[in-house]
């Protein structure tokens, strides 16, 4: 049965890459993909190109991308800290190129920043020797500094042992390329059911005849109404961010539930015109940390901002930006920009980041925690992404076409 939010009719699938059982064969839709952020929906316009299928997005808020994807840093990463044979290096290494290019071919906002990772003592030192040598084993272009340019160019930064600049990093509007990708999606024939919570799902014979898949539907932003529906699909992909081990759990035996952690990370703007570096501003990764440290970004007006620092939650609700982390944060910021007024410093937003540990750590060594895009095992047609986080943005082109090659090769 078709959504009431979607349009009102649809092209039925007329080739079927996973049965030929008459129950997947009046499925409603080839392909149902769960989870309107950034990467459901590069992976939701990635299937609808497809010809002779149909696809529908899923998306439980009243817009695309408002959880993870539009509240995080927008930077485009190297790809510097992830072990050389991880999902998160190859796919952000084979997205990056893909994401530069569609941004300018289609003339979204973004800028090649470049970036520095900064060190102030002997043991960050090595770790920027690390990281290089690294990045070369990963053919990621980096090199040191010296230390008498670095001052010169960003005269206000501090860094006492070192500087790795990074100058493929940059910057993106985040909002802007979900814009794109759910134009193009809707473009190619794919249809966005928004304010569509998926409440259950059902494998049919193993997926082998697809998927049935229950949502609540609410009627608008200001209307209590929601009305259950139910779809089928012969393909699932779960693209849910902070919600995917729910969705995963609707599927899987209890012996294979997987169980989220939520790691919030508050973002500090920063409301004076001096200090301002032009280029981003990272301090020397820390192994088993579970982020990047409170760097210094830019937005593409060019406004300084800070985090995101790390705080493990219970809820993936729990958005308020807490006023008593900001010294802890003022703190790491002074170490490499001690020039900073911190009274032009406050709260400004949170994001939450997708776990599936609490010893998880950002970056290579003890506690990698590396992206989950598999087929599930005894579930046809099925594609499980968990621990979608950073890079997931960088990285979402590629993570379209992962998910393709999943189904289809």
Known sequence: MLLPSVRSCWT????????????????????AVIGGGVVGLA??????QRDGTSTILLERHDGVGTETSSRNSEVIHAGLYYPPNS??????????????????????PHRRTKKWIVAQNDKQMEHLHALHD?????????????????????????????VLESPTTGILDSHALMQYLQGSFEDAGGDTALM??????????????????ETLTAGGPTSNDATSMSITAETLINSTGLGACTIANM??????????????????????????????????????????????????????RFGPDVEWVDSPHDLTPRADRL??????????????????????YCGIRPKLSRAASGVAGKGFEDFVI?????????????????????????????????LYH
């Open 12 to 31: 039925r699938s007329q080739t079927r890459a996973f049965s030929s059982t008459p129950a997947a064969a009046a499925a409603d839709f080839t392909h």
């Open 43 to 48: 992976i939701a316009r990635k299937l609808a």
């Open 87 to 108: 999902l998160k290096t190859s796919l952000c290494l084979k997205g990056k190129p893909l994401l530069y290019s569609l941004l300018a071919e289609h003339s979204i």
């Open 134 to 162: 690294h990045a070369k084993s990963v053919s990621v272009p980096t090199s040191f500094i010296p230390l008498d340019e670095a001052h010169r160019r960003e005269p206000e930064v501090r860094a006492t042992k070192g």
């Open 196 to 213: 569509s919570s998926v409440t259950g799902l059902e494998a049919l014979d193993g997926g082998r005849s697809g998927y049935r898949i």
């Open 251 to 304: 599927l899987l035996p209890p012996a294979r539930y997987v169980t989220p952690h939520y790691a919030k990370g508050t973002y500090y703007a920063y409301a004076a015109s001096t200090p301002k570096p032009s280029t981003l501003i990272y301090p020397a990764p820390e192994p088993g940390h579970a982020g990047l440290g409170t760097h210094l970004t830019l937005d593409m007006a060019g406004a300084v």
């Open 327 to 348: 010294h802890e944060a003022l703190a790491e910021v002074r170490k490499y920009l001690p020039g900073i007024r911190e009274d032009a410093v406050s709260p400004d």
């Open 374 to 406: 598999r087929r599930e095992e005894g579930f046809e047609g099925w594609v499980n992404l968990l621990g979608i986080e950073s890079p997931g943005l960088t990285s979402c082109l590629a993570i379209a076409d992962k998910v393709d090659e999943l």
